[in-house]
């Protein structure tokens, strides 16, 4: 895959928006400013791809971007608090409506904090992934934070902290030293090459 050929495609509101699958995808999910806007960015070597916002919960739309014969879908980051409960069931709404349609969904990145425990909506959507089956790779963002012992600590207390912590695929990740990138392209080659026409 030549990453620099990315495109965005569009971006929808509602999941009655949502136009059928025809291409195979690859999620990004995880709560607000937990780093899926920079991880799409470092991925794909451009600064601008996603937008990133200093305000949690910006991203309240699916965004579809197209590289290659995959597209990649960014999902609305959930958990922020200071949000409208409208809103909040709206986003709710958004994500349960992309997992509930029939889609060629081939792999989740659920995202989450490494510094921090799981919240418990990264539980939820760890445990929502389990129940429905959909394959999925724990990325663990903000890796650069931590010092050797204190990522060593946290990847133990993973896990006991994670469900089936033992079955997981963690990639520790840091958008800012490029760490977790290589091995996120290895999953994605992975899945294209089990996506290729044979």
Known sequence: ??????????????????????????????????????????LFNRRQLARVSAVPGKTATI???RCGQIRFVDLPGYGYAKVSKGEKRRWSDLIGGYFGQERDLQLVFQLVDMRHPP??????????????ELPFVVVLTKADKLTAKQRQERLEALGRELPCADQILLIPFSS????????????VAEIEGDCAPQ
Do not use: C, W
Request: charged share 20%.
């Open 63 to 65: 965004n579809f971007f």
């Open 119 to 132: 919240t418990a909506d990264d539980l939820m959507m760890v445990n929502f992934l389990i129940d429905r």
């Open 1 to 42: 895959m030549n990453y620099h050929n990315v495109q965005f495609e569009t971006s929808f509101g509602t999941s009655a928006q949502l136009p059928p699958s025809d291409l195979p995808e690859i999620a990004f999910a995880g709560r607000s400013n937990v780093g899926k806007s920079s991880m799409i960015n470092k």
């Open 176 to 187: 800012q030293t490029g760490e977790g990138v290589d091995k996120v392209k290895e999953v």
